[in-house]
């Protein structure tokens, strides 16, 4: 017997996952810089520490299957296949945006690449995935749709409506939560009454189950399960634990009033990054080379995004009505 | 020499309610992608506007669903997003504030917000008005609000025929449509005439006249038409403009007849306030204000919660007897 650990992933996979893990990564700091600059507007909500839910979920699904998400869902847009440049045009509101500028950051679409769209009011896109996967299922077309959402949509009376109707109609859904602890400022625990999510989604006969969402390799291989569950008619919901490593959006800062320096290194030390590097036995010149090649993809996109274009006066009433 | 015969045009006489089971009915034959969702619908409870259809097009396309108002909406949106056409209905207007926030801030931005890609061709059916003695939360209208929400579609027909043109055409069109139908219409009987979904829904010129204009949709095309009859009687010749669709508004429709009687009553469910008689009133006057020989009047419902008791709440909406003395008084304005 060695003492080398057993890798639990193939070197491909591994570079792979890393890869599409660090151009979230990167995209997403650049996408700070770039609002402190002013190319980006509004407001900014980034998933930096996140990086495994997004990469693994999407991972697991096929070409076909679909994805809705909400106000911070830059990873689940890249991670979807949605071009950097194109998403970063998007943020900074130019005309070569995925949504011609007019969605920003919060509701960038790409139906191409089966992204449906990003909804801010915390939960809404949920039921809209139970109707898109009603449509598919009248249609007769084999594809999953993914709803991923927030701690802070668990206590939203929609998200278990959905849950029934999806259990009730054996409906091709997924739901996500991303429980990366805070609402904003509001913690999970002072919000969330009884024992959680997946204990109330089970009530409704919905598979569920609760794993860690900083390990991108666990994140897919239940994802992989439960979306195959999925196909065959049976929803499923999971709860990855995860975290945000900066605040709620652009302006707050990653520690203070709502949660400690200390508490915000702990999780620091869990970077879904770092700990696929370590999982996988990457070695250091590989993750060099990838995360040089993922700020090359982050750099090109922000070029890309400020040579385009803003919207010209009459783009303003087009597309309000077919 | 062969005789050409007239083709057939099969006219019933039916309920406004009938015309709209009718409606899905010859839309949901054409369009395999049509499914309707809602509380009881495979009963067709309560006004029988889907009574039948579970027998023709099976529990896959008629689908009952339980009460959650705000999923449903939502899973309307999402299917719409998807590329089938829903029609999402229901019953009565308090329970659509629970979807509000699907319909609007989803199903209404969705293309705009996308920037074009994607389509939303949702139908949404809701009753509106009282039906007498239903109380305040049964007992309400949106018509106003709805109109003003950016990327919504907002129908009102009045008659048989129109409540049956205005869902065929619904059920074709590629964005969110909401067809507002007033509980009181439902058991109106008229003539129908089936057919093929209309190219457009604008407004009806349901009577023409001289002396004065009454501007108005839904139910007030009824009181209007009543009203124009006594008026008649007195030497007053009412037209009356109905208007089917609220959003978009036919501007070009009240133009004209404004501009051809010069005197303009704007008549709605809703209180005059902010409501749409305000919005017509503000058209009529914009078009018309120099040959208006009168100021435009409104006249609407109180700003009341519909009251329970019978003899109060025949004090809140609009009546026969007071569209034809708002006519009287308008008529007999001194320039």
Redesign the interface.
């Known amino acids: 017997m060695t003492a080398q650990v057993q890798a639990r992933v193939d070197p491909d996979t591994a570079r792979d996952l890393y890869s599409r893990m660090a151009v979230i990564r990167r995209f997403e700091r650049l996408a700070y810089r770039a609002y402190e600059r002013g190319d980006v507007h509004g407001t900014v909500h980034v998933s930096i520490g996140q990086e495994a839910v997004a990469v693994g979920v999407i991972g697991a699904m096929g070409e076909a299957d679909?994805v809705?998400s909400h106000h911070r869902g830059h990873g689940h847009a890249l991670a979807k296949g949605v071009d950097p440049g194109q998403l970063m045009a998007e943020l900074c509101g130019r005309v070569d945006?995925?949504?011609?500028?007019?969605?920003g950051s919060m509701?960038s679409?790409?139906?191409a690449n089966g992204f449906?769209?990003t909804?801010a009011?915390v939960g809404?896109a949920?039921?809209?995935?139970?109707?898109?996967?009603?449509?598919?299922k009248?249609?007769g077309i084999d594809s999953v749709?993914v709803a991923f959402f927030g701690d802070g949509a668990v206590n939203q009376?929609?998200l278990y409506?959905?849950l029934?109707?999806a259990a009730?109609?054996s409906l091709p859904v997924v739901f996500v939560c991303e429980n990366n602890s805070y609402a904003i400022t509001t913690s999970a625990d002072e919000s969330t009454a009884g024992e959680g999510v997946v204990a109330r989604a089970k009530a409704f006969g919905v598979q569920a189950e609760s794993i860690d969402g900083q390990d991108v390799i666990a994140v897919e291989e239940t994802a992989a399960r439960l979306i195959s569950g999925a196909r065959a008619g049976r929803p499923a919901l999971i709860e990855a634990l995860t975290y945000r490593f900066m605040g709620h959006s652009r302006g707050d800062p990653p520690h203070g009033v709502y949660r400690t320096k200390a508490e915000l290194s702990e999780w620091t030390q869990r970077d879904p990054l770092t700990l696929l590097v370590d999982a996988a036995g990457l070695d250091p010149a590989t993750v060099e080379a990838l995360d040089a090649e993922a700020a090359a993809v982050a750099e090109a996109a922000l070029a890309f995004a400020v040579q385009s274009p803003v919207p010209a006066e009459d783009e303003l009433m087009?597309?309000?009505?077919? | 020499m062969t005789r050409v015969s007239a083709p057939t045009v099969q006219e019933v006489q039916t309920t406004f309610a009938e015309a709209l089971c009718a409606a899905h009915e010859d839309a949901m034959r054409l369009d395999p992608s049509i499914v309707l969702l809602g509380q009881d619908i495979r009963a067709g409870f309560p006004f029988g506007a889907t009574k039948g259809l579970v027998d023709e097009f099976g529990p896959d396309r008629v689908i009952n669903t339980p009460i959650s108002e705000a999923a449903t909406m939502g899973c309307g949106v999402g299917a719409a997003l998807a590329g089938i056409r829903p029609v999402v209905e229901v019953d009565f207007s308090g329970f659509l504030l629970l979807g509000l926030d699907q319909l609007v801030n989803n199903g209404a931005k969705l293309r705009y917000m996308s920037g074009d890609q994607v389509s939303i061709p949702l139908v949404v059916r809701v009753g509106q008005g009282p039906l007498g003695s239903f109380a305040a939360q049964h007992s309400q209208t949106q018509h106003a609000y709805l109109a003003a929400v950016p990327g919504l579609t907002v129908l009102a027909p009045a008659t048989v025929q129109a409540a049956y043109d205005a869902l065929r055409w619904a059920l074709v069109h590629d964005d969110p449509v909401v067809v507002l139908e007033d509980m009181r219409l439902y058991r109106q009987q008229g003539t129908l005439v089936r057919g093929l979904a209309p190219d457009d829904i604008t407004s009806t010129l349901h009577r023409e006249g001289t002396s004065l204009s009454v501007v108005t949709y839904g139910h007030g095309v009824i009181l209007a038409l009543q009203a124009a009859k006594v008026l008649a009687a007195e030497g007053i010749e009412v037209e009356v403009l109905g208007l089917n669709s609220l959003a978009p508004l036919d501007v070009a429709g009240i133009a004209s007849t404004a501009r051809h009687t010069r005197r303009v009553l704007c008549l709605a469910d809703d209180p005059p306030l902010f409501g749409v008689a305000a919005t017509i009133a503000m058209v009529a006057g914009t078009e018309a204000h120099d040959v208006l020989r009168a100021p435009v009047l409104s006249l609407g419902s109180r700003p009341v919660p519909t009251p329970y008791a019978p003899d109060l709440e025949r004090l809140v909406f609009p009546t026969v007897e007071g569209v034809v003395e708002a006519a009287r008084r308008l008529h007999g304005w001194e320039e």
């Open positions: 679909t809705l945006g995925v949504s011609r500028g007019k969605g509701h679409t790409d139906v449906l769209g909804m009011v809404s949920v039921p809209l995935a139970v109707g898109v996967a009603l449509a598919n009248v249609k749709c009376g929609v409506e959905s029934n109707l009730l109609w087009r597309g309000v009505r077919a």
